[in-house]
């Protein structure tokens, strides 16, 4: 069974950093391509960044772009989001996706929340 | 990026009845070499994660019911359920593949009972 499962949010001030990790079990983890995406209170979800099976594409958000980084250690199953110079609007639950054949997101972890206040 | 539109934005259904969710995005996601549209159906409930229920527009995943349906080409998509249940109720989210990321979402369809 695949599972993937989220860890690291919490509460942090606005220009503060946070490094969420997720953890992955159920399938060959090298192979597939995952993806960051977050949901904002009463919001649909966003696209955050993008990370390849092997680490060599990467993509991000535009609103993320230079505060953010993803990254993946195949030999742990975990995949990661370092986020740096965090702002209020950042404030989501944050959920960790697994690709299918394709772009679309086929497995995705529970979430966790990321709130960014003073 | 590829701009998706949902509409309604909200919809109420009685129960066996069918609900008929649209989306369009901003240009074509039919992509020609392999004559598949890029575009994905999620349903979520209230505390959880988005659930993929079709991909290439027409493909449904393992172990949704049949009474869901996906349809439409290049531009125009829509998801049918054929006779509402109970569970059904959710919001409902189209998602395109094609390009490179950003994978642009819909702003959501929020499906209640009437």
């Known amino acids: 069974e695949v599972q993937l499962v989220e860890s690291g949010g919490g509460l942090v001030q606005p220009g503060g950093s946070l490094r969420l990790s997720c953890a992955a079990s159920g399938f060959t983890f090298s192979s597939y391509n995952l993806n960051w995406v977050r949901q904002a209170p009463g919001k649909g979800p966003e696209w955050v960044a993008f990370?390849?099976?092997?680490?060599?594409?990467?993509f991000y958000a535009d609103s993320v772009k230079g505060r953010f980084t993803v990254s993946r250690d195949n030999a742990k199953n975990s995949l990661y989001l370092q986020m740096n110079s965090l702002r209020a609007e950042d404030t989501a639950v944050y959920y960790c996706a697994r690709e299918g054949y394709s772009g679309y997101n086929a497995y995705w972890g529970q979430g966790t929340l990321v709130t960014v206040s003073s | 990026d590829i701009v998706m539109t949902q509409s309604p934005d909200s919809l109420a259904v009685s129960l066996g009845e069918r609900a008929t969710i649209n989306c369009k995005s901003s240009r074509s996601v039919l992509y020609n070499s392999d004559n598949k549209n890029y575009l994905a159906w999620y349903q979520q409930k209230p505390g959880q994660p988005p659930k993929l229920l079709i991909y290439w527009a027409s493909t449904r995943e393992s172990g949704v019911p049949d009474r869901f349906s996906g349809s439409g080409s290049g531009t125009d998509f829509t998801l049918t359920i054929s006779s509402l249940q109970a569970e059904d109720v959710a919001v409902y989210y189209c998602?395109?593949?094609?390009?490179?990321?950003?994978?642009?979402f819909g702003q959501g369809t929020k499906l209640e009972i009437k």
């Open positions: 990370l390849s099976s092997s680490s060599t594409t990467i």
């Open positions: 998602q395109q593949y094609l390009t490179a990321p950003p994978h642009t």
